[in-house]
Nanobody
């Protein structure tokens, strides 16, 4: 299974973008999906994650209230709606999958994810 992100681009401060993550197998059913980002000169940062059941959605502190992760039926595609974008949201955004059940706290750690997409660039400028 491969994950492919799309929807990145350039946007002005305060604007919005929606990223998509599509699995090559439409029946792919991971235990959880997450979004992470890597900004210029920064370490990988947790953005959002959700259980495939949809009953648990976590957000990183930097994006709470501005970003929303969703899926239509618990499977591909997964979306990341981003609003009120700021300059420091500039980064390469990756979607990733946790394949088997783990502790809920594992959602926020990149080492929990075993399958990654190639990333999509988001650039926010004034």
């Amino acid at each position: 299974v491969q994950l492919v992100e799309s929807g990145g681009g350039s946007v002005q401060t305060g604007g919005s973008l929606t990223l998509s993550c599509v699995a090559s197998d439409p029946n792919f059913n991971p235990w959880a999906m997450g979004w992470f980002r890597e900004g210029p000169g920064t370490e990988r940062e947790f953005v959002a994650a959700m259980r495939s059941t949809g009953d648990t959605i976590w957000y990183g502190d930097a994006v709470k209230g501005r970003f929303t992760m969703s899926t239509e039926n618990g499977k591909s595609p997964w979306y990341l709606q981003m609003s009120d974008l700021r300059n420091d949201d500039t980064a390469v955004y990756y979607c990733a999958a946790i394949l088997t059940a783990r502790w809920l706290s594992s959602l926020q750690y990149d080492f929990s994810y075993k399958l990654w997409g190639q990333g999509t660039q988001v650039t926010v400028s004034s």
